[in-house]
Each structure stands twice: as C-alpha cells, then as structure tokens.
C-alpha cells in the first residue's frame, strides 16, 4: 500500500463532537486507509471523562496531549497531564482519563495505536471495563 | 514491555530548536522506549525547509499538522498543509517538506512511524536524496 493520502482534520481547537456531546473522537484511520498506524484525535470539555476503562491485548498506545489539564488513570496510579504530555502505554495496562473541571480550555489530544502486525490482522484487541469507577 | 511511560515534550507553540536552528526534531522514541510506535515533534521557521528528501522501505509514516502553514512534496506532487492536515505516506514514497515564507508562525508537525514489527527490528530503513532540489 504504498503511495499517500490525505485528510483534513481541522486545529485542535476546532476539535469537537459534532453532535455536541462533551467528549469527541474521530478515528483518522477509519478515513483515510493506514496499515499499521492507528490514529484518533480527541477532545474532552472540562470535567468530560473517558466512558469507561480499557486496555489492549498486543497494542501499544501513545497518547500525545495538545491542550488542557487533565488526568490518566493507568491502573493503580493516576498521572497529570496537559499540552506536551506524552503517555506511552504498554499491552496489558488498564487505563482511563478525565479532563480536569477547571481546565482553562478542552483537553484534546492524539492518540496512536500499533501492534507490530496490520491492524486489520490484529483486529479488535480491547477488553473493556465499563464497570469499574475512575479515581478522580 | 507492560507498563507505561511518561515524557513531557511542551506545547507545540514551545517546540524549537535548542541551538536556534530553523528546524527542530524531537525523537520522543529515543527518550522513552517504545516497541512499535516511533514518534518526534517537529517545527519549523517560516521558509525553512526539510534537509533532504527520504523514502521508507518498511516504515509507514503519519504526519499531524498542528500549526503554520506549509507543503509537503509526494514524489511529484506537492501539497498544501496546514493545522489539521493529516498525511499518511507509504513506503517508496520519496518527500520532502517546508514552511512558506509568509507562514504566520512556524509550521509545527507530528512525524509518527511504524512498520509491522518492532522498531528494533526493523532498524534503520530509510534512505535518502541529499542531491533532490525541492520543487518550491
């Protein structure tokens, strides 16, 4: 699949759901056809939280924040972050976030995703967690 | 390698060269180890331009624009980029890059790199056209 393509995904701060809910995600990847780099940029308003946990069998993730304050719950520990914070996160590793309430703006964010193999043979390899309570 | 990692690499209106040069590049891989998601952050000064042109033989590559304005040569093509462009260039693909001269401020990118395998593995896959002019 060699060759390029390209898509238009607007700054970060024009990152928002379209239907006006308080988290966004669009999936780069579901647009423009990748192989082994998964892509999402994100956004969340202050106070929005992921909606639930999850981790990754045989994917490493990398998250790359851009703008606002907010946490991540990486299993037991929870870190801060904000724009310039980048989170690798290991196969394995049960992870969750939330933008801080007084965040001065959205946090928004990057998020990565390879595997070491295509990402359609690697297929769906999230399990989730929708039960268990985030930290903040 | 579970687990997790955290690196602090400033908000994309931060990124400079620490010498002052026009162009800067930041290996976020090189400073936290990652297995299968290569990243670096880069800018640079309107007008400035990539060094050279480089194709990947395994690597794909994902470039993020998140500031300036600039373009990106594809082998014959050149196109515009911007906050929001988001490129993906697959393997054989000779490029280059710049800033225009009348970008408002430096262009700033994301360069993500990934192959099927880890990036130990895959070493160094690269190759380069010192000798190209660029077609700006």
Same mark, same amino acid.
């Given at each position: 699949?060699? @060759?390029?393509?390209?898509?238009?995904?607007?700054? /970060?701060?024009?990152?928002?759901?379209?239907?006006?809910? /308080?988290? %966004?995600?669009?999936?780069?990847?579901?647009?423009? $056809?990748?192989?082994?780099?998964?892509?999402?940029?994100?956004?969340a *308003? /202050?106070?929005?939280?992921? %909606?639930?946990?999850? =981790?990754?069998? &045989?994917?490493? *993730?990398?998250?790359?924040?851009?703008?606002?304050?907010?946490?991540? =719950?990486?299993d *037991?520990?929870?870190?801060?972050?904000?724009?310039?914070?980048?989170?690798?996160? @290991?196969q @394995?590793?049960? &992870? %969750?976030?939330?933008?801080?309430?007084?965040?001065?703006? /959205?946090?928004?964010?990057?998020?990565?995703?390879?595997?070491?193999?295509?990402?359609?043979?690697?297929?769906?390899?999230? &399990?989730?967690?929708?039960? &268990? $309570?985030?930290?903040?």
């Amino acid at each position: 699949m060699s @060759g390029y393509d390209v898509i238009q995904v607007g700054a /970060p701060s024009s990152w928002t759901d379209p239907g006006g809910a /308080p988290t %966004a995600k669009r999936f780069v990847d579901k647009e423009i $056809p990748t192989q082994f780099i998964g892509t999402s940029v994100n956004a969340a *308003e /202050p106070g929005a939280q992921s %909606a639930f946990w999850h =981790a990754h069998e &045989r994917l490493e *993730e990398l998250y790359v924040f851009l703008a606002g304050r907010g946490q991540m =719950a990486l299993d *037991e520990d929870v870190i801060d972050v904000q724009a310039g914070t980048v989170v690798r996160v @290991g196969q @394995g590793v049960m &992870r %969750a976030w939330h933008a801080l309430p007084d965040s001065p703006e /959205p946090l928004r964010w990057l998020c990565v995703r390879s595997g070491g193999d295509t990402l359609a043979d690697i297929g769906r390899d999230s &399990r989730f967690d929708k039960e &268990r $309570p985030r930290p903040w």
